[in-house]
């Protein structure tokens, strides 16, 4: 649905950076919010007690009071509004702080203005991130680790995060990389976790200066290959070809096929005996 045909969203924009922040208002009030503009900390915290506000874009290089602790101040109030960090300081640290901070998304300056747009659409399409939080357990930007509910929209927030840190990589690496976690996790939280935002996934990734090595521990059992290849088709239809199109419409996959070709993707690929933890390793050169 066109942003434009969307009821109007109360939109807070807050940088310091004048021209930009006119750009940026203009872009969303043409798709049809309602905006309002602040150029530091104090200013956007005035404007978010003077009424309601839907969504926050939110620049972490500000003046004086920085983005984050604006940012934290934002989290406590009784209704905060939905927060899209933007920030040039695209680091593990300051991304990981943000993750901590249940921002809604995360977008890296230098940007095309007119995808701002789409990133807000997006964001006020799901739920908040508040209601489903991801727990940063370590922050170190070789040893990352985070705890997160069994959700599809968590689990497409924590990928859209990982691949954020992983954005040095060579691009080949980066896409193998990137492919192999999306399967894994997503088999993770849902055959796993049967999709209940009430049990949690562990994703840890370990960088050194030759390997990058992800683990990911479900709930339940979901990379269990056969019982996955089972259940395929094994279906009220016994139509398999049915029964995939079907989760596929609901956004959901087929199950063991797609772990199987994350072999191909990764140097090295291990699941645990009971077949609800994996690793998997790659080399860098």
């Known amino acids: 649905m066109s942003p434009l045909t969307d009821a109007p969203r109360r939109i807070l924009v807050v940088d310091d950076d004048r021209a930009l922040r006119h750009a940026l208002s203009t872009l969303l009030e043409g798709a049809g919010h309602i905006v309002s503009q602040a150029g530091d900390g ?10 309601p506000t839907d969504l926050m874009l939110l620049d972490l290089g500000l003046p004086g009071m ?7 101040r934002v ?12 920030t040039a300081d695209d680091t593990p640290e300051t991304l990981l702080e943000a993750i901590r901070g249940q921002v809604d998304g995360y977008v890296r300056k230098p940007f095309a203005p007119g995808g701002i747009v789409d990133v807000i659409s997006d964001v006020l399409a799901k739920p908040p991130a508040a209601a489903l939080p991801i727990e940063v357990v370590s922050a170190r930007p070789e040893w990352v680790e985070i705890l997160a509910p069994c959700s599809l ?3 497409n927030r924590i990928q859209g995060f990982m691949m954020t840190l992983e954005a040095g990589l060579p691009e080949h690496v980066r896409e193998s990389v990137g492919s192999a976690f999306h399967e894994l996790l997503f088999n993770g939280v849902e055959w796993g976790g049967k999709l209940d935002p009430t049990r949690k996934v562990r994703i840890s990734c370990i960088r050194t200066r030759r390997m990058l090595l992800y683990r990911i521990a479900d709930p339940g059992e979901g990379f269990d290959i056969g019982r996955l290849s089972h259940a395929a088709i094994s279906n009220p239809d016994d139509n398999p070809l049915q029964h995939a199109l079907v989760r596929e419409e609901k956004g959901l996959r087929p199950g063991g096929l797609g772990l199987a070709i994350t072999r191909t993707l990764v140097d090295e690929l291990v699941y645990n005996e ?3 933890e994996v690793v998997f390793v790659k080399y860098l050169d």
């Open 66 to 72: 920085g983005g984050m602790e604006v940012l934290a």
């Open 75 to 86: 989290r406590a109030l009784a209704s905060p509004p939905r927060v899209v960090v933007v």
């Open 42 to 51: 104090p200013e956007a915290l005035a404007r978010l007690a003077g009424g």
């Open 274 to 276: 009971k077949r609800n």
């Open 153 to 155: 929209d968590a689990a």
